[in-house]
């Protein structure tokens, strides 16, 4: 590593589940420096309400970044009141246009208990296919948990929880220190 090169900022799962008429959105708490966990009881899912519009959101990534990301999401929601769709494209339209926001650092789960979205840098919007989206070091391992426990009689929120235990099984940078949000139409 260079001399001035600080170690990246890892981990993190968050997953977005959609059943039943709600939607559930779940982050660990373990924030790592290099190998070494500096926080285990980060928030990292957060309900947002801009002009009364109740939009829940998870990120992965820098956290500067990621408040950055949020402020930016709801300046567009107060917007486009009840457009989480709208504001979304527009948010990742500015991430991947404007020179400052480029330089961010984070992904973000957002669902509005309807729709269900990952924003990227990259000008994603991106609508998961099977009612499930993951991001962050171990959203892979949360992902495929999630969808082979879909079909099941378990509801969101048993799902999420289940994919996140095993998430944080299987991913050093992930724990068990869940915040959980609900959120239906």
């Given at each position: 590593m260079?001399?001035?090169?600080?170690?990246?900022?890892?981990?993190?799962t968050?997953?977005?589940?959609?059943?039943g008429?709600?939607?559930?959105?779940?982050g660990?708490?373990?924030?790592?420096?290099g190998?070494?966990?500096?926080?285990?009881?980060?928030?990292?899912?957060r309900?947002?309400?801009?002009?009364?519009?109740?939009?829940?959101?998870?990120?992965?990534?820098s956290?500067?970044?990621?408040?950055t990301?949020?402020?930016?999401?709801?300046?567009?929601?107060?917007?486009?009141?009840g457009?989480?769709?709208r504001?979304?494209?527009?948010?990742?339209?500015?991430?991947?246009?404007?020179?400052?926001?480029?330089?961010?650092e984070a992904?973000?789960i957002?669902?509005?208990?309807?729709?269900?979205?990952?924003?990227?840098?990259?000008g994603?919007?991106?609508?998961?296919?099977?009612?499930?989206?993951?991001?962050?070091?171990?959203?892979?391992?949360a992902?495929?948990?999630?969808?082979?426990?879909?079909?099941?009689?378990e509801?969101?929120?048993?799902?999420?929880?289940?994919?996140?235990?095993?998430?944080?099984?299987?991913?050093?940078?992930?724990?068990?220190?869940l915040?959980?949000?609900?959120?239906?139409k």
């Amino acid at each position: 590593m260079a001399e001035n090169e600080f170690p990246g900022w890892h981990g993190t799962t968050i997953i977005g589940v959609r059943k039943g008429g709600k939607v559930v959105v779940a982050g660990d708490g373990q924030v790592s420096l290099g190998q070494t966990v500096i926080k285990g009881t980060a928030r990292k899912v957060r309900r947002l309400s801009p002009g009364g519009f109740d939009v829940v959101a998870g990120f992965a990534g820098s956290t500067a970044d990621a408040f950055t990301l949020l402020e930016r999401l709801e300046v567009k929601l107060e917007a486009t009141p009840g457009q989480l769709a709208r504001a979304s494209v527009e948010l990742a339209k500015d991430w991947r246009t404007d020179k400052y926001l480029q330089k961010l650092e984070a992904m973000l789960i957002v669902t509005d208990g309807t729709d269900l979205f990952v924003i990227t840098g990259a000008g994603d919007v991106l609508e998961p296919e099977h009612d499930v989206a993951a991001i962050g070091s171990g959203g892979n391992f949360a992902l495929a948990a999630a969808r082979g426990l879909m079909d099941s009689e378990e509801d969101a929120e048993v799902i999420a929880r289940k994919a996140m235990a095993i998430a944080a099984d299987i991913c050093v940078y992930t724990n068990g220190k869940l915040t959980v949000e609900e959120i239906s139409k």
